[in-house]
């Protein structure tokens, strides 16, 4: 099993098991974004975290990796091994003082291993900047037609290889909507575009769904978990039910002013910034 089979698999079992990535992370002693970046298959969970995972969720995590996969981890855990062994041999170098041809050998294995640590580095560097895209910069349109939104949406999720679920049923709200087209296209953008923080986007997506009205404020709402790292999600998911289910003008008005004093607050002052820090 791939890396975003692996975290699509492991998302589907922390819902099932009713706890949010925040909490499973605690559970696991391991960080927020840890899960957020195994859920989205942007890396492989080390053995240890794969056992805390099994143990917190009770679900047996190690037998869904191929034996491709194993033979890669058992690889690296020789390798780390190889290492451990060099740096040994290093440290006796400085105890030789006439075997001439046992330093110069020690010395290029030094020399190798530098070179291939650079090696490795360079290409975990090139994966990680190509996982990622930047969806954010195809252009609003307030006005956009429903078939404008499918179509755009349907681009989206054809060139990414992850939330692909979440964004099939956005054109599927897409389609049996009368409003919001564009909110809908937005909703599409921050899922393809951030790692992290699908569920509450598409909590908001299920209410732009229900509301059956126009309303201009959704997009400005949703934008705001990422501007916050993904943090306080479920206050914004409170202030879109609240959006979708105003009956005045007076009701909007006053989410319009919840919006700008949680930007004001926000960690970030722009989705950009907040795309290049993630």
């Given at each position: 099993m791939n890396q975003i089979?692996?975290?699509h698999k492991l998302a589907?079992?922390?819902?099932?098991?009713?706890?949010?990535?925040s909490e499973?992370?605690?559970?696991?002693?391991?960080?927020y974004?840890?899960?957020?970046?195994?859920?989205?298959?942007?890396?492989t969970p080390r053995g240890y975290t794969i056992k805390a995972l099994s143990a917190v969720l009770d679900y047996n995590l190690l037998k869904m990796f191929s034996d491709d996969s194993l033979k890669n981890y058992n690889t690296d855990s020789q390798k780390f091994i190889t290492v451990q062994q060099i740096i040994k041999q290093i440290i006796d170098l400085f105890n030789l003082k006439t075997n001439t041809m046992k330093k110069l050998s020690i010395l290029t294995l030094i020399s190798g291993l530098v070179l291939l640590g650079l090696t490795f580095s360079n290409k975990s560097i090139a994966q990680e900047n190509s996982e990622i895209t930047n969806f954010l910069t195809i252009k609003s349109n307030e006005n956009i037609s429903q078939k404008e939104a499918v179509k755009i949406i349907e681009n989206i999720n054809n060139k990414i290889g992850y939330h692909n679920k979440p964004i099939e049923l956005l054109v599927t709200y897409a389609k049996k909507s009368n409003y919001n087209f564009d909110t809908y296209v937005h909703l599409a953008k921050l899922i393809s575009s951030f790692g992290y923080s699908t569920e509450p986007v598409m909590d908001i997506a299920k209410i732009v769904f229900i509301s059956h009205k126009e309303c201009d404020l959704f997009n400005d709402i949703a934008s705001l978990i990422f501007l916050n790292d993904g943090n306080?999600?479920?206050?914004?998911v409170e202030l879109a039910k609240l959006a979708g289910s105003a009956k005045n003008e007076n009701d909007l008005s006053n989410v319009r002013k919840d919006i700008k004093k949680y930007q004001a607050q926000a960690k970030f002052k722009t989705l950009d910034e907040a795309f290049k820090n993630q």
């Open positions: 089979n692996f975290g589907e079992i922390r819902r099932a098991k009713g706890l949010t990535q499973l992370a605690e559970k696991c002693n391991v960080s974004r840890t899960i957020q970046r195994i859920e989205i298959g942007k890396v306080d999600y479920k206050t914004y």
